[in-house]
Nanobody, 128 residues
Framework: QVQLVESGGGSVLAGGSLRLSCAASEYSYNTYCMGWFRQAPEKEREGVAN???????RYADSRKGRFTISQDSANKTLYLQMNSLKPGDTAMYYC??????????????????????WGQGTQVTVSS
């Protein structure tokens, strides 16, 4: 059982930055990918970025260049650096872990049902 705890959310003005963290209880050999998702009110959960155990990274197109995912395996922590934030980035951000290899496929990584473990989420609010 992997427990994930997100932190770092908050309220910022457009153009600002935030760094989200996700502390994992373990990075078990079963964890193939770690990822960030977000969900705005009345919208579906969408993938933001993910990273697999080989270090390969995938981003949703609209977040490329503004968001950076990274991990510190020694400290079992996943990060999401978010720059140039826009009001459209306002959402609850979730950390997730997947044990299947399909999460490293560019065509499938955003499918939330591939991820077995989820954190409770951290709210990001961007105002104009």
């Amino acid at each position: 059982q992997v427990q994930l705890v997100e932190s770092g959310g908050g309220s910022v003005l457009a153009g600002g930055s935030l760094r989200l963290s996700c502390a994992a209880s373990e990075y078990s050999y079963n964890t193939y990918c770690m990822g960030w998702f977000r969900q705005a009110p009345e919208k579906e959960r969408e993938g933001v970025a993910n990273i697999d155990k080989n270090g390969s990274i995938r981003y949703a197109d609209s977040r490329k260049g503004r968001f950076t995912i990274s991990q510190d395996s020694a400290n079992k922590t996943l990060y999401l650096q978010m720059n140039s934030l826009k009001p459209g980035d306002t959402a609850m951000y979730y950390c997730a872990a997947s044990s299947g290899t399909l999460c490293s496929n560019s065509g499938y990584w955003t499918l939330h049902w591939l991820y077995t473990y989820w954190g409770q989420g951290t709210q990001v609010t961007v105002s104009s």
